[in-house]
């Protein structure tokens, strides 16, 4: 008997129907509707329709407000946490990024590096009338985003250039960070300053600053940064409130068994 057939013979038809709808679900955050799905895994409408009621039954799949279409839940997070980082990393962090916001009335967020992307795990909204929102489960390009910069900075060299050989710099504008040279020059200078931002460099508008956590190996385990609208986070103000940034991502390190040696 080949390989092929052994391992069709143990192969449940059905759940690899699922894991495909679920991976290419993951590769369409916007959403995708039933026929679509169907159409791209050439798999019959009404079997890839039982299995997205089975998902949103179990609350791993969730319709868009507007019916168009279906998306992951957040709910695999939970799942993922466990691997994409230390369970105890949120724990640790949430009443932190609580201070945080209430310092700065900025929304704060907390991440993970997950491959060659960053994921958003979670948020404490800020307290201002207009404030920035974001899903968590949300991938972000590590060029463009300040708690991409940061992890990425973080990391043991030869870990951050294996990263760096597998990036897209894709330019969503003219503040983009194009190339890995000078994207290199972007993560040194994050030794200097305890800090990473977004300068706009995807959103117009908006501007991000972040600060990795470290593990007691000394190994970053994710991320907290804050956002706002460039009105608020002015270039004149990056340094106090990175500052500020760097400070709290210190603490939630130091909770995690983390103790930095610093030569005077």
């Known amino acids: 008997?080949?390989?092929?057939?052994?391992?069709?013979?143990?192969?449940?038809?059905?759940?690899?129907?699922?894991?495909?709808?679920?991976?290419?679900?993951?590769?369409?955050?916007?959403?995708?509707?039933?026929?679509?799905?169907?159409?791209?895994?050439?798999?019959?409408?009404?079997?890839?329709?039982?299995?997205?009621?089975?998902?949103?039954?179990?609350?791993?799949a969730r319709k868009k407000p507007d019916g168009s279409g279906y998306v992951l839940s957040e709910k695999f997070l939970s799942l993922a946490t466990p691997v994409a980082g230390d369970p105890s990393f949120l724990e640790n962090a949430l009443?932190?990024?609580?201070?945080?916001?209430?310092?700065?009335?900025?929304?704060?967020?907390?991440?993970?590096?997950?491959?060659?992307?960053?994921?958003?795990?979670?948020?404490?909204?800020?307290?201002?009338n207009f404030c920035f929102k974001i899903n968590p489960g949300l991938r972000f390009y590590l060029h463009s985003a300040a708690p991409g910069k940061a992890m990425l900075a973080s990391l043991p060299l030869q870990e951050r250039n294996k990263v760096l050989d597998s990036m897209d710099f894709i330019p969503f504008n003219e503040k983009t960070i194009t190339t890995k040279e000078a994207f290199r020059d972007e993560l040194d200078s994050y030794s200097e300053l305890g800090y990473s931002i977004d300068h706009a460099e995807e959103m117009e508008g908006q501007h991000c600053i972040g600060s990795a956590v470290m593990d007691r190996q000394g190994y970053p385990v994710g991320a907290i940064w804050i956002t706002g609208p460039s009105s608020r986070l002015e270039e004149k103000d990056f340094k106090q409130i990175g500052s500020q940034v760097s400070l709290h991502a210190e603490e939630i390190s130091h909770s995690l068994g983390y103790v930095a040696f610093k030569v005077a």
């Not at 799905?37 to 798999?43: N, Y």
């Not at 609580?98 to 491959?115: H, N, S, Y």
């Open 1 to 60: 008997m080949s390989n092929h057939s052994s391992n069709s013979r143990y192969q449940v038809p059905g759940l690899d129907r699922a894991l495909s709808i679920i991976e290419l679900l993951n590769e369409h955050p916007e959403g995708m509707l039933v026929n679509e799905i169907a159409e791209v895994l050439e798999l019959p409408t009404n079997s890839v329709y039982r299995i997205m009621q089975t998902l949103q039954n179990r609350a791993y």
């Open 95 to 128: 009443p932190v990024m609580r201070r945080l916001r209430d310092l700065t009335k900025e929304t704060v967020l907390a991440g993970v590096l997950l491959e060659d992307k960053g994921v958003v795990l979670e948020q404490v909204p800020g307290l201002h």
